[in-house]
């Protein structure tokens, strides 16, 4: 350690220590850097009493406005509501089959039809609306119970098949092999039949006598022309769209045993407006049916 | 890379130091900052600053009063950032936020466009046209304006506070609030269409972020320009950091020719008198004579000031002047100063131009042949594709036609590729399926269309493309090349 001097080259203290003969000179920072400095810390010191900052042993401070942010989500949230208000008051004036009338409406109540979609719907007819083996799609133009706007609002409140909703779509297939209604020769050769109308299996002998098990069987919900009847919720045999698959074990399995899909009332659970986004939102996927629908808004 | 003392020797043993301002040796961390009251002084460079300052104030405060016809569709401000609908508009050129490379562009040839001031002539951006000299400047006239001169100044600052000087004080401060105020309200306008803005303004119905702008930066050039001046150049920004590093023995420099002026005074056969003038108009408040440092902006007023006095002792004019370190060391050895204009081209002046130039090139070329229409397709992923009843095979697309021009535009889409395959969208129905569409697109607009494309039954997965067309006299074509899924192997 040497003495402070000053160096005669800068004309500059020095710190006062020296290595090697190397000295370092005490250049000063401005004083408003200090005092800049100084401000931070206020700012600092003000922080932490305005907002919550210090941990305690139950809970933290609580800042001198009590300012949380879940408090802020929920002024955001009545805020968001408060935006979307007339939007949904307008919903609910306009009865379903008028959307189409107001593209503007229709937009919003197919945005807010994808969101709910997103919340109740994706667990069975998944993220994209292309469900699955027993889940319809329902991007395609095949519709059981009907594709026009009313029809899938009818179809999402009262449900199907759901027990406890009075109005609900209800039909019952009988489960032929399993209740002995026809041998399982019998119902192999229906299999073909059904198979040959959408051109998966040529036309042999089995189908030939699937035809007359047919006639007598399945024409009173399939149609005469086994085309299907909206009326039952009975599938159109004929095109290439199987809610249960369409191969031989598949089809055999379907006339065995009969399915009974059962999707829920959500009348019971949501609220009239948000089925009507919902329904609107179904309908805009592509095989809405009896209505034009409307262009989406970009997101 | 040279160190900063011009004549690569030791630094001078410092004499006295000749002004009662310059900091003394002091103890302790920090520094009280020397107020710094520069004389005022004319000159060649002087009157090339006043010019350089009165382009750039005039550019920026009448730019956003300047028009520009547009048409009906777009606004007519020759210079417009339109942050709401993200647009930017500069005279012809209008930029949208997928062309931001242009701006990119800009930004780039900006920054080599400084590289080669600072190549060719020094750091002549600091000395005459970065915003914080232009304002530091105007602060330092209407201190001279109010106060006096240099010694004026001095006297009135060691005054005590009377009543006579805090009225002086306080007229003083607010006309440098006016200019900042003018200064933060002046920005706002390249926000907004200016005559609309001002009137709201004025009326006090502009949108509080347009006042809250204005007290921002009307509080940050009081500050900066105001108080902080010189403590910017030498603490705060980093530019000269940069720039230091980047000068080299080529590089035009204010320099004090010490083999000529010294020894100094009077009577002591160097050319320099040690009037001291040469520091006392230095806005920074350094004496060159020490030796070319980060403080100086190169504004040459020392040059002014010291051209006078050699003007007035019969000397040639030049002991403070503009030279490279390379012909520094000519002169000192007896060679004549080369002058200005040849020392400017050196080779990397010229390779930073070229630079320059190419991008500036690059960018034109690319403006002149963008196309006014774009499209972009984004392809339903989930699911990718979709059986129909009959077998047909349908995907999904979001169109969006795109539309840069400030009119309407008609437009026809076409669908490329996959013979069979025919489009809809969700405003016609599979039935009237086809393959082309036309709609007109409303001006400056993106316009997003669900597409359903439906290909026959047994069709592979394969490329597809849609072209956009624009059918007016205009013309124009783009394409995007995206997919169609189908299920493995046809159906
Ligand atoms: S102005 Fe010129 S003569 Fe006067 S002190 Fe500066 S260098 Fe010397
Ligand atoms: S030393 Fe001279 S050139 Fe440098 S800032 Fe001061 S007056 Fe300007």
Redesign the interface.
Known sequence: MTD?R?D??????TMGHEWDGIEEL?T???????YTFYACIAFAVGYAVVYPSVPLIHEGTHGSFGWTSRGEYAAEKKAEAAQRAPMLAALAKTPIEDLPKNPDLTRQAVAGGRAAFKVNCVQCH???A?GSVGYP?L????WLWGGSLTDIQQTLTHGIRYPGDDQTRTSLMPSFGHDKILTPAQVQDAASFVRSLSGLEPKGAAAQRGAEIFATNCVACHGPDAKGGRQFGAP?LT???WLYGGSREQVVGSITNAHAGVMPAWGQRLDPVTIKMLAAYVH?L?GGEAF???????K | MVSLNPQGQ??R??RP?PSALK?K?????????QPVFPRKIDGRFRRLKWGVMAVCLAIYYLTPWLRWNRGPYAPDQAVLIDLAHRRFYMFSIEIWPQEFYFVAGLLIMAGIGLFLVTSAVGRAWCGYACPQTVWTDLFQHIDRWFDGDRNAQIRLANAPWTAGKLARRLSKWSLYLLVNVATGGAWIFYFADAPTLAHQVFTGTAPAIAYSTIAVLAGTTLWLGGF?RE?VCV?MCPWPRIQSAMLDEKSLIVTYKDWRGEPRGKSSGGDCVDCNLCAAVCPTGIDIRDGAQIGCITCALCIDACDGVMAKTGRPRGLIDYATLEDSEKERAGAPPTSHAKLIWHARTLIYLGLWSAIGCALLFALGTREHLAISVAK????PF??????AI?N?Y?V?WRNMEDRPRPMRLTLDGIPGARMW??????AQATRQLTRTIPADQ?E???I?VIAP?GTAQQPLGFTLTATDAQGGTVRYDTRFDAPEGG?
Do not use: C, F, H
């Not at chain 2, 040796?25 to 900052?33: A, T, V």
């Not at chain 2, 979709?386 to 077998?391: A, E, F, K, N, R």
């Not at chain 2, 969208?425 to 599979?430: A, F, H, Y």
């Open positions: 402070k000053i005669e080259a800068t004309n500059t203290e005490n000063p920072l401005p004083r408003w850097w200090l998944g993220a994209g292309a799609n991007n395609d133009d095949d159109n095109d290439r769209i805009s592509g034009a629908a409307p262009t989406p808004v970009a | 030791p630094t043993k410092q130091l900091p040796p002091q103890s302790g961390l920090y520094e009280k900052k902080m403590q603490y339903d992923r989930n699911p979709m059986l129909m009843s009959d077998g349908r999904a979001l969006k969208s969700e405003e016609m129905g599979k993106t997003p269309l669900r359903y039954a159906q």
